[in-house]
């Protein structure tokens, strides 16, 4: 499997931007599938997730009301619709796949996912 995460830039704060992971070799329809941050000298962050069926979606506190994950099952591509940014929020995004099907639950450990895209960065200037 493979998960490639785009859409990471420079945007000012208060300002909007949407990262989107496509997969490859497995269909996300039956996986949680997760997004998670991280800076430098620092653990990754939970940020989102989205269970397989999309019904559960669970947020990190600080990104709560801010940020929106997404599925699109046909394009076995998930997403990360962030609003209101926030220097705090600058960071390498990364989006991640439970290895187990058809989990129910929140998973906010990273090592709960089996599998990783390469990272997308996200640069919030004040």
């Known amino acids: 499997v493979q998960l490639q995460a785009s859409g990471g830039g420079l945007v000012q704060a208060g300002g909007s931007l949407s990262l989107y992971c496509v997969v490859s070799?497995?269909?996300?329809?039956?996986?949680?599938m997760a997004w998670f941050r991280q800076t430098p000298g620092t653990e990754r962050e939970f940020v989102a997730m989205?269970?397989?069926?999309?019904?559960?979606?669970y947020y990190g506190n600080n990104v709560k009301g801010r940020f929106n994950i997404s599925r699109d099952n046909a394009r076995n591509t998930i997403y990360l619709h962030m609003n209101n940014l926030e220097p705090a929020d600058s960071g390498v995004y990364f989006c991640?796949?439970?290895?187990?099907?058809?989990?129910?639950?929140?998973?906010?450990?990273?090592?709960?996912?089996?599998?990783w895209g390469q990272g997308t960065l996200v640069t919030v200037s004040s």
């Open positions: 989205s269970n397989w069926s999309g019904f559960e979606k």
């Open positions: 070799g497995r269909p996300i329809r039956q996986y949680g």
């Open positions: 991640a796949s439970r290895g187990e099907k058809y989990t129910m639950g929140l998973y906010m450990s990273w090592d709960a996912y089996d599998d």
